[in-house]
């Protein structure tokens, strides 16, 4: 999935503007959409229960559920971290919490998390789906 925007990446400290080489930006999101949610994941860590916060866009083999598991178990604190998994191909959504994170967002809060960003997403707005959710996961897990 290409999203057909540009970005320019500098190579080391040497190079000139004339040198820099524009590359194309992977994924769903532009440069402006990426900030966004790299400022929403900020926002949750620092103010979401002391949980740590991880998104995946990309394809989960079958299982989907087991998928995301997977990429969950692989993070650097899995018991203290939530994992938000979106296959927007698939049409699929996971959220998966580690052991001490389930205690501050439990599987009918995650729920309900899930319905919100699936509306957005069936509204067009995959990068504010992504947004609202992490915003409500944090306020949930502050609020425990």
């Known amino acids: 999935m290409a999203s057909g925007n540009q970005v320019a990446i500098v190579e080391g400290v040497d190079k000139s503007p004339e040198n820099v080489r524009p590359a194309m930006l992977e994924g769903p999101f532009d440069t402006h959409q990426l900030l966004h949610i790299d400022e929403a994941l900020s926002v949750a860590e620092r ?3 002391g949980l740590h916060y991880s998104v995946y866009v990309g394809p989960l083999h079958d299982p989907v559920r087991g998928a995301a598991e997977a990429l969950h178990d692989k993070l650097a604190d899995p018991d ?4 938000v998994a979106v296959s927007p191909e698939q049409r699929q959504l996971e959220i998966v919490t580690g052991k001490l994170a389930q205690e501050k967002v439990p599987d009918r ?3 309900l998390v899930v319905f919100s960003m699936e509306a957005a997403f069936g509204a067009g707005q995959l990068a504010g789906g992504i947004i609202t959710g992490l915003r409500m ?3 949930t897990a502050a609020s425990r």
């Open 137 to 139: 996961l944090a306020e």
């Open 109 to 111: 809060s995650a729920a």
């Open 80 to 83: 203290r971290s939530i994992l």
């Open 47 to 49: 103010d979401g229960g």
